[in-house]
T-cell receptor, first 113, second 114 residues
Framework: GENVEQHPSTLSVQEGDSAVIKCTYS??????FPWYKQELGKRPQLIID?????GEKKDQRIAVTLNKTAKHFSLHITETQPEDSAVYFC????????????FGRGTSLIVHP | EADIYQTPRYLVIGTGKKITLECSQTMGHDKMYWYQQDPGMELHLIHY???????EKGDLSSESTVSRIRTEHFPLTLESARPSHTSQYLC?????????????FGPGTRLTVL
C-alpha cells in the first residue's frame, strides 16, 4: 500500500517569512495530492490540491509543487500570517473508485507575530 | 446546505457502555470514512465505505463496527467503550471515481470514556 512521509513535524516561523512542508510517497500509481489545513479545534479543510499531470499550482500565497520522478510534493506558504498557524496534512491517492487517501502525520505550523 | 454532520459533538460515558456515533452527509457522496484523531495529531483511519452495503476496516483496529444502509448515513458503534477510546472521531466523505477525491470532514465527536 501507499506510504506518505511528511516533514517537518513542527515548523516555527516569523510573520512574513516563507514556510515549506515536504511529503514523499511510495506508490507510483498515486496521482492526486491534496493538502488539508486544520485549525485548533476545527475540522480539516482542503486548501490546495495537485494532480500528477501538473508540476505546480498556485493560489494566492500558497503553492504546491510535485516531482513525480522523485515521488515528492511540497506545500509553500509565502508571507506567512498568524492565521496560517495550524496543522497541515498532505495526502496521496489515485483518482479511481477503489483508492483511499493515505495521509502524512501532519506538520504543526506556528507563525509568530 | 450540503454538508456533513456528526452527533453528538461531545460525549462522556463510563467504561463498558455501548455507544453509537452518528454521521450524515447531504452531498450525495459515495465514499465515507471514520478517523480517530488526538488533538493536533495524525489521522488514523478506522473504517471506510465505498457505498451502500460496503464497509472496510482501516489501519486502526478500535473494536468498533460500522454500517452503511443508506448513502447519506454512516454510524460508528463501540460495543464496549474503554478509556483507551478517549479521542476525537472525525467522519468524512468524498466522491468516488475520477471526479476528484477531495474529502469533506465533519465537525467531529469528542469522546471521553471514564
Amino acid at each position: 500500500g501507499e506510504n506518505v512521509e511528511q516533514h517537518p513535524s513542527t515548523l516555527s516561523v516569523q510573520e512574513g517569512d516563507s514556510a515549506v512542508i515536504k511529503c514523499t510517497y511510495s506508490d507510483s500509481a498515486s496521482n492526486y495530492f491534496p493538502w488539508y489545513k486544520q485549525e485548533l479545534g476545527k475540522r480539516p479543510q482542503l486548501i490546495i490540491d495537485i494532480r500528477s499531470n501538473v508540476g505546480e499550482k498556485k493560489d494566492q500565497r500558497i503553492a504546491v509543487t510535485l516531482n513525480k520522478t522523485a515521488k515528492h510534493f511540497s506545500l509553500h506558504i509565502t508571507e506567512t500570517q498568524p492565521e496560517d498557524s495550524a496543522v497541515y496534512f498532505c495526502a496521496a491517492t489515485s483518482l479511481g473508485g477503489s483508492y483511499i487517501p493515505t495521509f502524512g502525520r501532519g506538520t504543526s505550523l506556528i507563525v509568530h507575530p | 446546505e450540503a454538508d456533513i454532520y456528526q452527533t453528538p459533538r461531545y460525549l462522556v460515558i463510563g467504561t463498558g457502555k455501548k455507544i453509537t456515533l452518528e454521521c450524515s452527509q447531504t452531498m450525495g457522496h459515495d465514499k465515507m470514512y471514520w478517523y480517530q484523531q488526538d488533538p493536533g495529531m495524525e489521522l488514523h483511519l478506522i473504517h471506510y465505505s465505498y457505498g451502500v452495503n460496503s464497509t472496510e476496516k482501516g489501519d486502526l483496529s478500535s473494536e468498533s463496527t460500522v454500517s452503511r444502509i443508506r448513502t447519506e448515513h454512516f454510524p460508528l458503534t463501540l460495543e464496549s467503550a474503554r478509556p483507551s477510546h478517549t479521542s476525537q472521531y472525525l467522519c468524512a466523505s468524498s466522491l468516488a471515481g475520477g471526479r476528484g477525491d477531495t474529502q469533506y470532514f465533519g465537525p467531529g465527536t469528542r469522546l471521553t470514556v471514564l
